[in-house]
């Protein structure tokens, strides 16, 4: 282990745990952690391997994830074989059909046609890993973008019907990376080559001192619409609620 933990820093790892074991009580089974495999989930899976192993995890294979992505995945295996972890992949014919229809790069020509991939390779699987659920865990962060900055530790889903629960709502990005680092979490390669936020390989880019951190995300577009549907906007902010 290295780097010092703050006293803030431990006082916000104690609330996460505290929350994720609130909610593994009251959910019982029926609570999942969505693993985009970036810093801020590779946290919450460490928080998971030490704290509240039961809980089980879902990866989004989009069929375009770079290789530094799938080989994080291969060592996530490896560093916690405590945790379960699922892998969900595209329908096949529904992501055959968006190429036929629109080509293989598709997204670059328009927001409408990018939301449409992003529908065929990630919005589907989702449903798929949360079916049966009652709550889903995620790695959101409000310092993340100008989309993110009014998430709440815990909120009702309305646009998927569960509740959700956003652990590190609260924590820095330097934060993210102290834990990372006192741990010795494994990460994602790209993150040491300027990609704070990473996605599928064809819609993310390095950034520049001084970008938000997500400006690598489908650059071409305004900030205000970089998100593929994944996190629409909370209906409510409510504490945890039983189903």
Sequence with gaps: MSDVLTPQLQDKIAQAVSL??????????????????????MVLADLLAQHL????QFVLDTGRLPEETLTLLAKFS???????V?????????????VRDHGINAFYESQALRKGCCGVRKLEP?????????????????????TRDAVELSEWDAANGLQKLNP???WTQ???????????????????????????????????????????????????NRECGLHAAASSSIPLRSR
């Design 168 to 170: 590190l709502a609260d």
């Design 126 to 146: 989702l449903k798929r890993a949360l079916a049966g659920r009652a709550a889903w865990i995620t790695g959101l962060r409000r310092e993340q973008s100008v």
């Design 53 to 56: 192993p039961g809980i089980g």
């Design 86 to 98: 699922d892998v969900y992949y595209p329908d096949a014919t529904a992501v055959e059909a968006f």
């Design 174 to 224: 330097t934060e993210i990376w102290l834990y990372i680092k006192h741990f010795d979490v494994p990460y994602n390669a790209l993150h040491d080559q300027h990609y704070p936020s990473i996605g599928c390989a064809p819609c993310t880019r390095s950034i520049t001192v001084g970008e938000d951190v997500r400006a690598g995300r489908w650059w071409w577009e305004n900030p205000e």
């Design 20 to 41: 994720l074991q609130q909610a593994e009580n009251q959910y019982q089974g029926n609570l999942v952690l969505a693993n985009s495999l970036g810093a801020e989930d």
């Design 78 to 84: 490896e560093r916690y074989p405590q945790l379960q």
